[in-house]
């Protein structure tokens, strides 16, 4: 069974920084899709950044130049540095990744950006 499960979530002062992991077990799939999506208090759920295949990488206009997404191939790991955080990025950030037997989402970790 695939598993998908976020970690690095946490609470942050403003302007600090956070790098949230995701670890994915139990395919040997290639893991063609990375997101990362976040659900702030009262709001929709937002993708935040993505890497895929093809189109390459994206970052949401509001993340562009403070978040950065990565990944790992050969460890099935993935990343989001978050730096200068904002009481505005308060929220659950979800992993999903995407094969071609479909997609898979983690449980989520919480982000919290206050002083």
């Known amino acids: 069974q695939v598993q998908v499960v976020e970690s690095g979530g946490g609470l942050v002062q403003p302007g600090g920084s956070l790098r949230l992991t995701c670890l994915v077990s139990?395919?040997?799939?290639?893991?063609?899709?990375t997101y990362w999506y976040r659900r702030a208090p009262g709001k929709q759920r937002d993708m935040v950044a993505s890497?895929?295949?093809?189109?390459?990488?994206y970052h949401a206009d509001s993340v562009k130049g403070r978040f950065t997404i990565s990944k790992d191939n050969d460890k099935n790991m993935m990343s989001l540095q978050m730096n200068s955080l904002k009481p505005e990025d308060t929220a659950v950030y979800y992993c999903?990744?995407?094969?071609?037997?479909?997609?898979?989402w983690g449980q989520g970790t919480q982000v919290t950006v206050s002083s």
């Open positions: 139990g395919t040997t799939d290639r893991i063609l899709d």
């Open positions: 890497i895929t295949t093809p189109g390459g990488t």
């Open positions: 999903s990744i995407g094969t071609w037997r479909g997609n898979y």
